[in-house]
């Protein structure tokens, strides 16, 4: 038995469930870790308990006073191992067969759509209907004076509709040709860098997949509101839904964010990168507040290994692997694909820094 009560460190009563032992475990460890001011034998300590009381068989023989394991003495090394990135190895992207995809049909049968909406065929159908019926009083007899009072409002009534309408489709139709003027048939603005690996991975990854959606706009190399650099790798527009993306190659493993915005490897805290996603996203959604912002952290393995996410948002930020990606954010993105609002599209391309050469 240890000398310290692993349930005592970790704050937690002897019967804990596995999830309120990993919250506990979450919580200390960022601010036990040395990296936060604490000390490497605690830590190692701390990190013994959790391992230990998330184990069923482990914990079993604990609670029964038998050693489960003897934490491990670090043994000194002639030199430490650096995880970097593996020359030889190049990530894989997304290769998902699009008929596999629930959204993908909507890329074949639906017309690639304008930049505004227009009033509709049903309402000028009813106004010209009802103007040829208001017609027919015309070939009757002489109608009394009230009914004919009546008739005459109705016509003025139909005609006026007509006149609304007509001026909505003028309206629209001299909106979508400044649009064309301003915007042209692009649906990818901005250059995309080539490296890292992951930056062409994505913008590839954007263009065969999402970019087919009708509606859809994809951007690379965004500046936050407020900033004049660019923050931002990646963004898809559709209607009024926005994702933003940022690329990383990370070490394989297992990766989660908290609902703080922590980013967790394998139930540790991951010190191996960072994002400044969590801010572009609450900038974007406080520049566009009645557009939808999400941002996810697209990762590939930087070596051979599997990696792994929860893409439960922390932060309105979730973790991804392209191919989760492709299906979830496609899926997202697919229930408001038959709208381009100008005014957010504007807003958003404004935000574009880099842009090829021949743009």
Not at 3 to 28: F, H, N, P, T, W
Not at 233 to 248: F, I, M, P, Q
Not at 294 to 301: E, K
Not at 314 to 343: E, H, K, N, T, Y
Request: aromatic letters at 8%; one cysteine or more.
């Amino acid at each position: 038995m240890a000398e310290v009560d692993y349930y005592e460190l970790l704050g937690v009563r002897r019967d804990a469930s596995v999830g309120e032992i990993k919250s506990a475990y979450r919580a200390l460890a960022k601010v036990m870790h040395p990296d936060a001011g604490g000390t490497a034998g605690t830590f190692r300590l701390l990190k013994t308990a959790y391992e230990t009381l998330v184990d069923s068989r482990k914990r079993a023989e604990y609670d029964l006073g038998e050693p489960a394991a003897a934490p491990e003495v670090p043994r000194p090394r002639a030199r430490r191992r650096m995880y970097r990135d593996e020359p030889a190895y190049t990530p894989r992207g997304c290769d998902l067969p699009p008929s596999s995809l629930s959204w993908w049909h909507l890329t074949k049968h639906q017309p690639r759509i304008g930049y505004v909406r227009t009033p509709g065929h049903a309402p000028a159908a009813a106004a010209l209907a009802a103007g040829v019926l208001l017609t027919i009083p015309l070939l009757l007899p002489p109608l009394p004076t009230p009914v004919l009072v009546i008739w005459l409002t109705l016509v003025v009534g139909a005609l006026a509709a007509i006149v609304v309408l007509l001026r909505s489709y003028l309206s629209a139709a001299r909106a979508h040709k400044a649009a064309l003027a301003e915007f042209g048939e692009r649906t990818v603005f901005g250059e995309a860098d080539e490296e890292p690996v992951g930056e062409r991975l994505t913008a590839e990854l954007l263009v065969n997949y999402l970019a087919r959606l009708p509606g859809a706009r994809v951007f690379h190399g965004l500046s936050r509101p407020g900033s004049v650099f660019a923050d931002v790798d990646h963004a898809v527009l559709c209607g009024h839904r926005l994702v933003l993306v940022e690329s990383k190659l990370w070490l394989p493993g297992h990766y989660e964010i908290d609902d703080d915005g922590s980013i967790w490897r394998n139930d540790h805290p991951f010190r191996g990168g960072g994002t400044n996603l969590f801010a572009a996203v609450a900038a974007f959604q406080d520049h566009l507040p009645d557009v939808d912002v999400r941002g996810v952290l697209l990762l590939y393995p930087n070596r051979r290994g599997p990696l792994t996410t929860d893409d439960a948002p922390g932060l309105g930020v979730s973790a991804m692997v392209p191919d989760q990606f492709v299906r979830d954010i496609g899926d997202w993105l697919s229930v408001d694909c038959a709208i381009v609002d100008q005014r957010v599209l504007r807003a958003v391309r404004a935000r574009v820094v880099r842009e090829p050469a021949t743009a």
